[in-house]
């Protein structure tokens, strides 16, 4: 997400690339906190891979489809050891904002593949899978960024609760992309998760539905999860969600959070930078891939 958001703010108007004048320090200050975010984000990525068992990343194979997936787990490894040295190099603050959130995204991981506990509300379940391992690395990037230049600690927070909201309404957006675009749209397979037993939320959304349709999803996701479903099974799923209203639940709740984020900017000084948070929120809600 976050090379993204660099590509969408490198081709926003001229006057929109000064992201840093929320602060008051030398803006290039704000280069090393987004290296830090990247290393992290990247790490997350290999190590993501690894679990889904991707082939493919943007379009291109994939670290663990070339190389195995030993080397793409020491290379998240790596990538994370090297976020710590960068860390300690820009204080003691950054380096507990970056240690805060290694320990939230491998606990999201974790609870991804473990999956809910017995009695655990599911919805419940996704949403603090989100929270570590998506939500965490936004709100990581922009609260660096504001640390690294001097910004008001109000407006810090401000900009982290942005960046939780706006982290978890951009993965819903991928859980639907992963069910309503094309692979060749996204630079992945149409379905991955689905091909995992992996339910993102328009899944769990139709799962708690009565009916055949719910009932029949969940053998396909079950099949699956044990590495038992035909080649049939992902289309089928797919189907099966774009004839439910599970896909539009989803989008109203992730305009809920898009409205959160915005919210969170509400009392943010006027300027480019606020423009194009604001303007993120309406590229997370209109995501083609």
Not at 188 to 209: F, R
Not at 257 to 277: K, S
């Amino acid at each position: 997400m976050l090379s993204r958001i660099a590509d969408i703010t490198l081709t926003s108007p001229p006057d929109s690339a000064r992201m840093t004048e929320f602060g008051e320090r030398d803006p290039e200050a704000a280069v090393d906190a987004a290296a830090l975010a990247e290393l992290v984000h990247v790490a997350s990525l290999h190590h993501d891979d690894v679990m889904d068992q991707a082939r493919t990343r943007r379009g291109a194979p994939s670290v663990n489809a070339l190389w195995g997936d030993s080397v793409a787990g020491l290379a998240g490894n790596w990538l994370l050891a090297k976020a710590a040295r960068l860390a300690a190099e820009l204080g003691p603050e950054i380096l507990r904002l970056q240690a805060r959130v290694t320990n939230r995204l491998v606990s999201g991981q974790i609870r991804e593949l473990t999956g809910a506990a017995p009695g655990e509300d599911p919805l419940s379940h996704y949403f603090a899978v989100v929270a570590g391992k998506s939500a965490s690395l936004i709100a990581m990037a922009l609260q660096s960024g504001a640390i690294r230049t001097g910004t008001p600690s109000d407006t810090a927070e401000a900009l982290a609760e942005y960046g939780e909201h706006l982290g978890t309404a951009f993965q819903i957006a991928d859980d639907i992309l992963d069910v309503t675009a094309a692979s060749e749209v996204l630079g992945k397979e149409q379905g991955k998760d689905l091909a995992v037993g992996v339910a993102g939320l328009p899944v769990l959304l139709a799962l708690a539905d009565d009916g055949p349709a719910a009932d029949e999803l969940r053998e396909l996701l079950t099949a699956a999860g044990q590495g038992r479903a035909g080649a049939t099974a992902v289309p089928r799923a797919v189907a099966l969600l774009r004839g439910g209203g599970a896909l539009a639940e989803a989008g109203a709740m992730m305009r809920g959070r898009l409205a959160r984020a915005r919210g969170a900017l509400d009392g943010l000084p006027e300027g480019p930078a606020t423009r194009v948070l604001y303007a993120l929120c309406d590229v997370v809600a209109d995501r083609d891939h």
